[in-house]
T-cell receptor, first 113, second 115 residues
């Protein structure tokens, strides 16, 4: 079946630290991969995406590379800020399944000043 | 500015009540989705709809039903609310077809408490 596994949180970092949130997936077919972010009290927003192997998605200093050989899509940022504190969700989409997203369990990030 | 709105941010209901959660999108999207979000479980799909009057069960449809009478509106119904349905409910919409990458746009969520 199709599934997404993220590293467990919460993750606590100091401002300007390097961030990695691991995400691996299992999928039949050729998925697109997404990172969504949920700030406190809000719904989810798309952070970045990649639609094929070796694509790199990037936005707001965050990056993730679609690695087919390791079935991974790890989220990275070189220098986090307090405003990056949020819950991050990795997700996959397989087109022949009607646009449904399959989400990981979410990783809470807390950045301290 | 694209928008998905949900009728309530917070809702408190009693066990056995019938509960309606409303979602409206202004992007003329074909697809609409209802999820519930629980700590440690991520988002789980309850129901989705490809078009008006069409609906498909997601991963956890038990205890829920949906209605889509108009393209912009997708309602989630708890026929007889139970305490294990206390959760955050998120609505989303997306366009059909592969060109847009099927990004889903989310509403702000409704936090439902069933007493």
């Amino acid at each position: 079946g199709n599934s997404v596994t993220q590293m467990e949180g919460p993750v606590t970092l100091s401002e300007e630290a390097f961030l990695t949130i691991n995400c691996t997936y299992t999928a039949t077919g050729y998925p697109s991969l997404f990172w969504y972010v949920q700030y406190p009290g809000e719904g989810l927003q798309l952070l970045l995406k990649a639609t094929k192997a070796d694509d790199k998605g990037s936005n707001k200093g965050f990056e993730a590379t679609y690695r087919k050989e390791t079935t991974s899509f790890h989220l990275e940022k070189g220098s986090v800020q307090v405003s990056d504190s949020a819950v991050y969700f990795c997700a996959l989409l397989i087109y022949n399944q009607g646009g449904k997203l399959i989400f990981g369990q979410g990783t809470e990030l807390s950045v301290k000043p | 500015d694209v928008k998905v709105t949900q009728s309530s941010r917070y809702l408190v209901k009693r066990t056995g009540e019938k509960v309606f959660l409303e979602c409206v999108q202004d992007m003329d999207h074909e697809n609409m989705f209802w999820y519930r979000q629980d700590p440690g479980l991520g988002l789980r799909l309850i129901y989705f709809s490809y078009d008006v009057k069409m609906k498909e069960k997601g991963d956890i449809p038990e205890g829920y039903s949906v209605s889509r009478e108009k393209k912009e509106r997708f309602s989630l119904i708890l026929e007889s609310a139970s305490t294990n349905q206390t959760s955050m409910y998120l609505c989303a919409s997306s366009t059909s077809g592969q060109g847009a990458g099927n990004e889903q746009f989310f509403g702000p969520g409704t936090r439902l408490t069933v007493l």
